[in-house]
């Protein structure tokens, strides 16, 4: 909806920031962790993702639409 661009706008600002933080502190944590502890860091963030968006997509409450 028109009315909500800024919010969409935000939102978009907020993960792209949120993925760059994320990416940053990976880089910082694979000094400290072996290659192996890596990708069980990487593939829990990518299974923490793959629920919020199962659970957005298919468990979230239907909202009614303001005419």
Known sequence: PENQRGSYLAFSSLSFSGASMLSSSALILSIYFSPWQMSLWI???????????????????KREQIV
């Open 43 to 61: 593939a829990c963030i990518i299974i923490i993702g793959i629920l919020f968006i199962y659970f957005g997509l298919y468990h979230s409450k």
